[in-house]
C-alpha cells in the first residue's frame, strides 16, 4: 500500500545524516533531488503539503521561450529559454510536446502585425530554428482556420511555435519525484519543516513534523536547499539565512471552461491590459488566462474581479454561441509567480519589469542554498546548477553525469509499444478518450507502462475506466496507490490526474466508481479520505467572495 512507502520513507528520515535535504516539492526541489540522487547523493526531500502542490501545479502549462521578455529586451532570457524548451522537447517527445500560438492582433494595438510576425522570426531564430516557421496571417486566413475569433476589424496576425505539457505542470513535476525515488531518494509529501540550524557538528539540523501523525523529528544534512518558491523567504527568516535576492509575488488565475475550438492550437490575443492572454486547451476543457496581480499574502484567492477579467476578455475576443459566465466555470486554478528582487533591487520598483529569471544564492559558510523565481521551463538547469553547487561543497557523486531526466530510451519504448500492438490495447480505448490508451499509458508511466501491460494481461477487468466520466482505468490506480504516494484524495485527483481539472466537483462526487478508487488508495481509510476531499473543498469554496460575477453583453454575432 502507498502509506507503506511514505511512512517507511518517513521513518527513514531521522536516522543516518544525509549529503543534501531538500525542504520543497515543487519543479525546484523536484528538480534538485532527481538530479542529486541519480549522481549517487544521499538526498531528501519533504514538503509540508502535496509535491507541486503550490505554484507548480497553477501554471499556464507551457514550455516557452518567453517571446513577450523580447520586447523589454530581455535577449539572453529568452535565448537561455528556448534552448531549456528545445531540450525538454527532445528529451520528452510523449509529454513536451510543440504547439502553436495563433495570434490574432486588434486594430490600434501599440505594434502592427507584421512587427510582431518579424519579433516571431527573431525568435524563430532564437530557437535555433528548432519548431516550425512562423506565418503572417490575413484576417482571411484567420476568418476561415480559427472561425471561433472575433476578428473585430483586425488586418490579420500570425502563428508561431512554442511548447506543452500535455498531461499537466503537477504531473510532470511528480516524473521527477518518481525518479529521485528510483534513484534512492528518502522522501515524504505532508511533512513540513519547522525550520532549521546549522550546528558545531558540521551539520544542518532540520526539525520537521509529519502532517498526517503531528510527530515531530529531526532531519540531519551537510547541505539544506530551501526550494519553497514563494515560501523561499519565509523558510529563510525561520533559519537566520540573510540573502541579497528577495521575491515579489505576483499573482496568476486562470479559469478552465468546456473546450472553446476543436483545434489544438494556443489562441493568442492581447488583453485590455496589452498583456499576452491565452485560451490553452487542456485534454477537453480550455484554460483561459492569465492574469497579473501584485500580492503579500499566500493563499491567493481568485477574486470576481479576476473572473470578471478573464470572462470579459475572452468574450470579446471569441464569438460564442453565448457568452461565457461564471456558470460555465468547471475549475479555477490560481498560482502565485515568485520574482525575483535581486542584488537589492526594490521590491517596490516596477514589479511588472522585473526578469523572470531564476537566481540561485549559495551561503558558503553554512552550506545553504536558496533557489529563487524559476519557471517550469527552466527546471533542466536548475537540477545542473544545485547538482554543481553541491559539489562545491564536497558532495560526492559518485554517478556523475548519470542520466536524471528524459523518457525512457527508444529500445523500451519499441518493447511498450509492440507488446501493446500484441494484446490489441488500443481496442480497448475508452469512449470518454481522446487519443489511444497505449499512447496515454506511456506519456503518464514511461518505462512503467510495460508493468501496466502485465496487469491487464492477468486480469482484463484492470483496463476498464474505474471512475466513470474519466478515462483512468483500474490498474491505473493500483499503479498510483503503489508508486505514486498518495496521501489525500486531492492529491490524485488535481496532480497525478487532471481529473479535478476537467469535471465539476458535483460530477466527481456522483461519479460511480470513486468509492472504489478510494478504496484502492487507501485501504480502510476510504470513506474517511472521500469525506475529507469533499468537506475540504466545500471549505474553500466558502472562502470565495460571494458577489455574482458581472457579465458583460453578448458580443453580435
Ligand atoms: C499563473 C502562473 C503561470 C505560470 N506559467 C508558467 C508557464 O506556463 N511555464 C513555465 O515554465 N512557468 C510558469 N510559471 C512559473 C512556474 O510555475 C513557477 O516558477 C514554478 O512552479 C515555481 O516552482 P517552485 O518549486 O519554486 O515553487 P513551488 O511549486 O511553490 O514549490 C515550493 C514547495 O515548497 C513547499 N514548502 C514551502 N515551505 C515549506 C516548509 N516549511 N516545509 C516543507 N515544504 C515547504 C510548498 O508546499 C511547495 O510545494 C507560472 C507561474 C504562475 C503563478
Known amino acids: 500500500m502507498i502509506t507503506t512507502l511514505r511512512a517507511s520513507n518517513i521513518a527513514k528520515l531521522d536516522r543516518e545524516p544525509f549529503d543534501v535535504l531538500v525542504v520543497g516539492g515543487g519543479i525546484n526541489g523536484a528538480v534538485s533531488a532527481a538530479a542529486l540522487s541519480a549522481q549517487g547523493a544521499r538526498v531528501a526531500l519533504i514538503d509540508r503539503g502535496d509535491f507541486a502542490g503550490l505554484t507548480s501545479q497553477e501554471s499556464s502549462n507551457l514550455v516557452w521561450g518567453g517571446i513577450k521578455y523580447l520586447e523589454t529586451g530581455e535577449v539572453a532570457l529568452v535565448s537561455k529559454l528556448c534552448s531549456s524548451r528545445n531540450r525538454l522537447i527532445k528529451t520528452y517527445p510523449s509529454s513536451v510536446r510543440e504547439i502553436r500560438f495563433f495570434v490574432n492582433v486588434e486594430p490600434g494595438f501599440r505594434r502592427s502585425h507584421f512587427t510582431l510576425y518579424c ?7 532564437m530557437g535555433n530554428f528548432f519548431t516550425r516557421a512562423p506565418r503572417l496571417l490575413s484576417a482571411t486566413d484567420i476568418a476561415s482556420e480559427e472561425p471561433v475569433i472575433d476578428m473585430r476589424g483586425g488586418s490579420g496576425g500570425f502563428e508561431y511555435s512554442d511548447a506543452y505539457l500535455v498531461d499537466n505542470d503537477a504531473r510532470f513535476v511528480f516524473g521527477f519525484i518518481r525518479g529521485a ?106 484554460c483561459i488566462g492569465t492574469t497579473d496581480t501584485r500580492v503579500d499574502t499566500l493563499p491567493p484567492l481568485v477574486t470576481d474581479e ?9 468574450n470579446k475576443r471569441l464569438r ?101 500492438r500484441l494484446m490489441r490495447l488500443d481496442e480497448l480505448t475508452a469512449p470518454e478518450s481522446s487519443e489511444q490508451l497505449s499512447t496515454r499509458l506511456w506519456r503518464r508511466y514511461g518505462g512503467s507502462a510495460l508493468s501496466l501491460l502485465d496487469d491487464i494481461r492477468q486480469d482484463p477487468r484492470m483496463a476498464q475506466v474505474l471512475i466513470a466520466g474519466t478515462e483512468y482505468i483500474r490498474c491505473e490506480l493500483h499503479h498510483a496507490a503503489q508508486r505514486e504516494m498518495i496521501t489525500k484524495l486531492e492529491d490524485f485527483l488535481r496532480r497525478r490526474s487532471k481529473i479535478a481539472l476537467i469535471a465539476k466537483k458535483r460530477e466527481i462526487e456522483r461519479a460511480p466508481g470513486l468509492l472504489e ?32 460575477t458581472p457579465m458583460p453583453e453578448a458580443p453580435a454575432a
Not at 505532508?190 to 532549521?196: I, T
Not at 558532495?395 to 548519470?402: K, M, Q
Not at 523518457?407 to 518493447?415: K, L, M, T
Request: with cysteine; net charge negative; proline share 5%.
Open 119 to 125: 519579433g516571431t522570426l527573431l525568435y524563430w531564430a
Open 320 to 420: 460564442l454561441p453565448r457568452p461565457l459566465t461564471a456558470e460555465d466555470i468547471i475549475s479555477e486554478r490560481c498560482g502565485v509567480r515568485p520574482l525575483v528582487t535581486g542584488n537589492g533591487a526594490s521590491a517596490s520598483a516596477d514589479w511588472t519589469a522585473l526578469s523572470r529569471k531564476h537566481a540561485i544564492e549559495v551561503d558558503h559558510a553554512r552550506a545553504h542554498v536558496s533557489v529563487f523565481g524559476g519557471k517550469l521551463t527552466d527546471c533542466l538547469n536548475v537540477g545542473e546548477e544545485v547538482t554543481e553547487i553541491a559539489r562545491t561543497f564536497g558532495i560526492d557523486l559518485p554517478f556523475e553525469g548519470s542520466r536524471w531526466y528524459g523518457e525512457p530510451p527508444d529500445e523500451i519504448r519499441d518493447e511498450y509499444f509492440h507488446q501493446a
Open 517 to 548: 478508487a478510494c478504496t484502492i488508495l487507501f485501504g480502510d481509510d476510504a470513506q474517511h479520505k472521500f469525506d475529507e476531499y469533499f468537506a475540504d473543498r466545500e471549505r474553500r469554496e466558502s472562502l470565495r467572495p460571494s458577489v455574482p
Open 306 to 314: 479576476d473572473r470578471h477579467f478573464i470572462l470579459e476578455n475572452v
Open 181 to 286: 525515488l528510483d534513484h534512492g531518494a528518502i522522501i515524504a509529501n505532508y511533512v513540513q519543516s519547522l525550520g532549521a540550524q546549522r550546528r558545531e557538528d558540521g551539520l544542518w539540523h532540520t526539525q520537521a513534523c509529519d502532517g498526517e501523525t503531528g510527530r515531530t523529528f529531526e532531519i540531519r544534512s551537510r547541505v539544506l536547499v530551501n526550494a519553497c518558491g514563494p515560501l523561499v523567504d519565509a523558510f529563510n527568516a525561520l533559519n537566520g539565512e540573510q540573502t541579497k535576492n528577495h521575491h515579489v509575488l505576483s499573482k496568476g488565475v486562470h479559469l478552465i471552461v468546456r473546450r472553446l475550438t476543436p483545434s489544438r492550437r494556443v489562441l493568442t490575443f492581447f488583453a485590455d491590459d496589452g498583456r499576452l492572454f491565452f485560451v490553452i486547451p487542456l485534454g477537453p476543457v480550455s
